[in-house]
């Protein structure tokens, strides 16, 4: 460690007295985005508004090349979900998720499960489509969804990769959680981050012949 003692004493001292005086304290968390089923990196104080650290392990195909990467940060509790969505697109292009939320301070160090992957169709069918730097995309394609997808998403927005920010558009299968995602909130996945606009979800057609 090459840090002295001074600031930490003093950060120490500080949390210590928001705490006892019930003020709004700034949150800490580790901060840290790479490839791997974890990653590490500094301790930072939260922006205003941002009241959870999350860690996010996302496993994703994007035309048939997987990758899997770990993404650590501030970001705000009412838009946090912990657990488990998975979105397919098409059978080269999908991603799975598994994200953990909390509320203090340097609770994201550490490791979460990696999301399990099964992509066993389940008989359900999207809409499915996406569009890089447009705002909207037709679904004319049919995604096949997989495993617990029992829903149909349409998210757009704005996507930051890296200082590329530009928008997207993308509809297909998801699972019941990614419901639990809001229009106007900011949504980190392992390698980006969104920004969503839109962010449509219902539950999947039942498909003909499969009468209740
Ligand atoms: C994978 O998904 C299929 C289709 O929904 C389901 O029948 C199967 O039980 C799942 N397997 C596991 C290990 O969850």
């Known amino acids: ?3 002295s003692a001074g600031p930490r004493a003093f ?3 500080f949390t210590l007295l928001c705490t006892l005086l019930g003020l709004g304290c700034p949150l800490s968390c580790e901060v840290c985005k790479g490839p791997g089923p974890t990653c590490n990196g500094k301790m930072k104080t939260c922006e205003d508004g941002k009241d959870a650290c999350v860690v996010v392990v996302g496993e994703s195909s994007t035309k048939g090349r997987q990758s899997v990467n ?3 940060a501030c970001m705000k ?3 946090c979900y912990s657990g488990f969505v998975s979105t397919t697109v098409g059978p080269k292009d999908y991603m799975v998720s598994n994200a953990y939320c909390c509320q203090s301070d340097g ?8 999301p399990q992957n099964n992509r066993t169709e389940n008989g359900l069918q999207c809409p499915a489509c996406i569009a890089p730097f447009q705002e909207t995309c037709p679904g004319t394609q049919a995604a096949r969804c997989v495993g617990q997808e029992t829903h149909c998403i349409y998210f757009a927005g704005n996507v930051q990769a890296g200082i590329i920010n530009t928008k997207f558009a993308t509809r297909g299968c998801a699972t019941e959680s990614a419901c639990y995602t809001k229009a106007e909130s ?3 996945s392992a390698s980006y981050l969104y920004f969503l606009h839109r ?7 039942q498909p003909p ?3 209740e």
């Open 1 to 3: 460690m090459r840090t």
């Open 11 to 13: 950060l120490l001292t």
């Open 70 to 72: 770990t993404y650590k």
């Open 77 to 79: 509790f009412k838009d």
């Open 107 to 114: 609770c994201n160090q550490g490791s979460i499960p990696s």
């Open 186 to 188: 900011e949504v980190p």
């Open 199 to 205: 962010a449509d979800c219902l539950p999947a057609p």
């Open 209 to 211: 012949g499969r009468a």
